[in-house]
């Protein structure tokens, strides 16, 4: 399976391991599984962490590439098709994060693992809710 972790996920994957489901945490060690993450979730972390949300150490670049060769975390574009695709899809909410992560979902064919349960109701893209 390709999972595409929702930003909470991959958060809480790293730093508070036991807000994941058994379900979640079982899929995310699989070796079959492929792990995905959007260049919006850098962002969207680098953001908590300059609001003091998230405390990242020793600091937010380091820790994230830290994490990223550590998890071994492939790369999901963000492309034209993406930023287009945001339009033909039944958000729940007006997050421009979740946007461009559930469209990339949709464009490249990824499950999106989150634990968002409006976002996990769309039947757009498949989905692995954290529940």
Same mark, same amino acid.
């Given at each position: ?24 945490? =079982?899929?995310? &060690? ?8 959007? %260049?919006?979730? +850098?962002?969207? *972390?680098? !953001?908590? #962490? ?19 060769? =550590?998890?071994? &975390? ?8 993406? %930023?287009?695709? +945001?339009?033909? *899809?039944? !958000?729940? #909410? ?38």
């Amino acid at each position: 399976m390709k999972l595409l972790l929702d930003t909470h996920i991959w958060v809480w994957s790293v730093l508070e391991p036991e807000r994941l489901s058994p379900r979640v945490a =079982r899929q995310l &060690i699989n070796p079959h599984n492929e792990i995905w993450l959007s %260049a919006v979730s +850098i962002w969207e *972390l680098r !953001l908590l #962490h300059d609001k003091g949300r998230v405390k990242l150490i020793p600091d937010a670049v380091t820790w994230i590439n830290d994490n990223l060769s =550590r998890l071994n &975390i492939r790369e999901a574009p963000l492309t034209f098709e993406v %930023a287009l695709a +945001i339009s033909s *899809l039944n !958000l729940p #909410h007006n997050d421009p994060a979740d946007g461009f992560i559930v469209a990339t979902a949709k464009v490249f064919g990824l499950t999106l693992v989150t634990a968002d349960q409006q976002l996990a109701k769309l039947k757009d893209i498949a989905v692995l809710s954290n529940r």
